[in-house]
């Protein structure tokens, strides 16, 4: 497979293969699972369809795995991470699944012809890249970094395995985007979603990591406490967040899709409704 593809030449790695090679498949593991699986993108089953693993390993986890090699080579900070993990989003969404270039039909059906521009829908792949930066990139790094504290500071790669890596998606990406599968791209649709990645990568190489900067997920004692309190904060901001917008007016695409939207709006419609016949009666 491709961590033992990867892992095959000693010379390739820096550090003691044995612990290298938990750490990569670990990584290969965590960056489509959490992101494909959570959200149903991808069920428990298709992961026993040699083909569908195979993309994957590749479009999730070997991707991710080129941005970590690339980050702790360049001593990125965890925002700078982030920034390439939007070019991220672009690769997956934009080469691989092609989503960002079709201008119907998308998973999130209310970004269907929303802000299109050169045949991309920018709309939707502000949104999506956005969220893969998170839950397709950082958030499995770190994971991996806080069960290896040992390797998490190091590059698990050589630099002619990172550069290889990373030759052959840029390949597959293209082949990918100019293939009839789903929909075929144009040289337009190329160069805007290169030039996105490109301004990612450039932007994201800026962001260093400070010498006192501490380890998000630090090894040692663990408490659920922060995880309690940020996952409450979250659900919090986001149904106030959610209710705020639609009292206002406003049909934002990304809360459109949300179940309980149409409730909520409703239920804002018949107060107004109230609010005019009280007013009228009085």
């Known amino acids: 497979m491709i961590g033992d593809i990867l892992i095959s030449n000693k010379s390739w790695l820096l550090l003691d293969c044995h612990k290298m090679k938990k750490s990569?498949?670990?990584l290969l593991i965590l960056a489509p699972l959490l992101p494909e699986i959570s959200?149903?993108?991808?069920?428990?089953e298709s992961l026993f369809d040699p083909v569908h693993l195979v993309i994957l390993l590749l479009g999730y986890g070997l991707a991710v795995l080129v941005i970590r090699e690339f980050s702790i080579?360049?001593?990125l900070s965890y925002a700078g991470?982030?920034?390439?993990?939007?070019?991220?989003g672009v690769f997956n969404e934009g080469f691989l699944a092609k989503v960002l270039i079709k201008e119907s039909d998308l998973p999130i059906t209310q970004y269907d012809g929303y802000g299109v521009w050169g045949g991309v829908n920018m709309g939707f792949t502000l949104a999506i890249s956005l969220w893969?930066?998170?839950?397709?990139?950082?958030?499995p790094i770190l994971i991996v970094h806080r069960l290896k504290p040992e390797t998490s500071t190091v590059p698990w790669l050589s630099k002619r395995a990172t550069l290889f890596s990373g030759v052959l998606l840029v390949v597959l990406g293209y082949l990918s985007l100019f293939g009839s599968h789903i929909v075929q791209g144009n040289i337009t649709q190329a160069l805007i979603l290169?030039?996105?990645?490109?301004?990612c990568f450039v932007v994201g190489a800026r962001f260093k990591k400070k010498e006192k900067e501490g380890e998000l997920l630090p090894?040692?004692?663990f408490s659920w406490r922060p995880v309690w309190l940020g996952t409450s904060l979250f659900v919090s901001y986001f149904i106030i967040l959610t209710y705020l917008l639609i009292l206002a007016g406003l049909t934002y695409p990304l809360y459109r899709q949300t179940s309980s939207y149409e409730r909520i709006k409703q239920s804002s419609d018949n107060r107004k409704e109230i609010i005019a016949k009280d007013k009228i009666n009085s």
């Not at 290169?194 to 301004?199: C, K, R, Y």
């Open 24 to 26: 990569i498949w670990l």
């Open 39 to 44: 959200t149903g993108s991808s069920s428990i």
């Open 73 to 75: 080579r360049r001593s």
């Open 81 to 88: 991470i982030y920034i390439l993990g939007i070019a991220f």
């Open 132 to 139: 893969h930066a998170l839950f397709s990139v950082l958030i």
């Open 194 to 199: 290169s030039a996105i990645m490109l301004l």
């Open 219 to 221: 090894a040692g004692n």
